[in-house]
């Protein structure tokens, strides 16, 4: 069983529709949660970053924690054509320090249609 | 303020051969991290150097390594070449070790025939 799951799509969805994303994850020790956009050829830029389990909102995007399922999730509010990129989920045991890496899904396709 | 750049950003090899890729990481960002992605296997870590120091390694062969320098630039090393090393590697940096904010370059994309 992989660290970290997370359903590789492809989801595709029309323009101002609600997308949600979800990771599962099976390591405890895991307490930092980010979301990650990687748009085509590109690297991944932070878009999230949460610790504790409940909700983390930031304009559009919404991050979810739920520690006792070992389930995270991102939604997306009146999704645009622009938010059309591959979505990682990413999690590490300690915030930063020497032994600081980072543990990710796979990786979620979205395209948003106009 | 300039990004994390990495060099090159496409490049061909031929199996057997070896591969060196640069990374300069954002001014005043001290610690470099590499990581491999692949379709089959997504993002994987491979180390971390801070202070010119491996400070942490993930699980790959002894055939990947790297190095940094004093400036913080980063460079890292395949020796041997194999198909299954195409990939996009990937630099980022952090601030320093306290840092949780990490900030990633847009890779070099890697070919191996």
């Known amino acids: 069983q992989k660290e970290v799951e997370q359903d590789p799509g492809p989801l595709s969805v029309p323009e101002g529709a609600i997308v949600s994303l979800n990771c599962t994850y099976s390591?405890?020790?895991?307490?930092?949660f980010m979301w990650y956009r990687q748009y085509s050829r590109k690297g991944p830029e932070l878009l999230m970053y949460?610790?504790?389990?409940g909700n983390k909102e930031d304009g559009r995007f919404t991050a979810q924690v739920d520690k006792s399922s070992k389930y995270i999730s991102l939604f997306i509010r009146d999704s645009q054509p622009s938010d059309s990129a591959t979505y990682l989920c990413a999690m590490s045991e300690n915030s930063g320090g020497s032994n600081y890496k980072l543990t990710f899904g796979k990786g979620t396709l979205l395209t948003v249609n106009p | 303020k300039a990004g994390v750049t990495q060099t090159p950003r496409y490049l061909i090899k031929t199996r057997g051969q070896q591969v060196t890729l640069s990374c300069s990481p954002i001014?005043?960002?001290?610690?470099v991290s590499w990581y491999q992605q692949t379709p089959g296997q997504g993002l994987q870590f491979l180390f971390e150097?801070?202070?010119?120091?491996?400070?942490n390694k993930g699980n790959f062969p002894g055939r990947f390594s790297g190095r940094q320098f004093s400036n913080s630039r980063s460079e890292m090393n395949v020796s041997t070449l194999e198909l299954g090393d195409s990939a996009l590697y990937l630099c980022?940096?952090?601030?320093?070790?306290?840092?949780?904010?990490?900030?990633f370059g847009e890779g070099s994309w890697l070919t191996v025939v």
């Open positions: 001014s005043g960002h001290r610690s």
């Open positions: 150097y801070f202070s010119e120091t491996q400070r």
């Open positions: 390591n405890s020790a895991f307490q930092y």
């Open positions: 949460t610790y504790s389990s």
């Open positions: 980022a940096s952090r601030r320093d070790r306290r840092g949780n904010t990490i900030y």
